[in-house]
T-cell receptor, first 114, second 114 residues
Framework: NAGVTQTPKFQVLKTGQSMTLQCAQD?????MSWYRQDPGMGLRLIHY???????DQGEVPNGYNVSRSTTEDFPLRLLSAAPSQTSVYFC?????????????FGDGTRLSIL | KQEVTQIPAALSVPEGENLVLNCSFT??????LQWFRQDPGKGLTSLLL?????REQTSGRLNASLDKSSGRSTLYIAASQPGDSATYLC?????????????FGEGTQLTVNP
């Protein structure tokens, strides 16, 4: 059972470039989300989805787009990369919208913007 | 706005010692509190989830308590081992938010010395 899989694990971009961070889960979880982790800031929610075709903004959505065409996949798009987006990005999923369902995290994508 | 604080930021103990990690949160209107473990370069692994109606949860050598009225949680690790070395994060699910978004503390970096 793979759980939550994120690709790539590492990426270096130049300012202004665009890219897509991939996230896939094989647990048939309805809820998926993207966080970024920065020193001194903890983990902050970027976007989330409560099911296929439904997405919403989190705490720090600017500069990022998401879509949810299938239950399994939740890609995160950087439209025009900026140095402030240098961070470690984590995708998470949980079963349904159940209040007390634990969240499962991927191993992260480490992104550097030059 | 919900804020989560973890003290201390770092802790170093000899092997075999019992230890307590602390987490505090500013708004008691939460659904649950979750403790995670993060190893270097890895994602987050869920350790324990305490529902707002519960006082504690146990898993092996780990025991987590929750005092919602005072906004505090502790993670007790018994008979610590070098393999317990990691960063421990606590996160609350606030009632004010939709979806399953979590608010994280910055973590306590634990080192258990052989």
């Amino acid at each position: 059972n793979a759980g939550v899989t994120q690709t790539p694990k590492f990426q270096v971009l130049k300012t202004g470039q665009s890219m897509t961070l991939q996230c896939a889960q094989d647990m048939n979880h309805e809820y998926m989300s993207w966080y970024r982790q920065d020193p001194g800031m903890g983990l902050r929610l970027i976007h989330y989805s409560v099911g296929a075709g439904i997405t919403d903004q989190g705490e720090v959505p600017n500069g990022y787009n998401v879509s949810r065409s299938t239950t399994e996949d939740f890609p995160l798009r950087l439209l025009s990369a900026a140095p402030s987006q240098t961070s470690v990005y984590f995708c998470a999923s949980s079963r349904g919208q159940g209040i007390n369902q634990p969240q499962h995290f991927g191993d992260g994508t480490r992104l550097s913007i030059l | 706005k919900q804020e989560v604080t973890q003290i201390p930021a770092a802790l170093s103990v000899p092997e075999g010692e019992n230890l307590v990690l602390n987490c505090s949160f500013t708004d008691s209107a939460i659904y649950n509190l979750q403790w995670f473990r993060q190893d270097p370069g890895k994602g987050l692994t869920s350790l324990l989830l305490i529902q707002s109606s519960q006082r504690e949860q146990t898993s092996g050598r780990l025991n987590a308590s929750l005092d919602k009225s005072s906004g505090r949680s502790t993670l007790y690790i018994a008979a610590s081992q070098p393999g317990d070395s990691a960063t421990y994060l606590c996160a609350v699910r606030p009632k004010e938010t939709s979806g399953s978004r979590l608010t994280f503390g910055e973590g306590t970096q634990l080192t258990v010395n052989p």
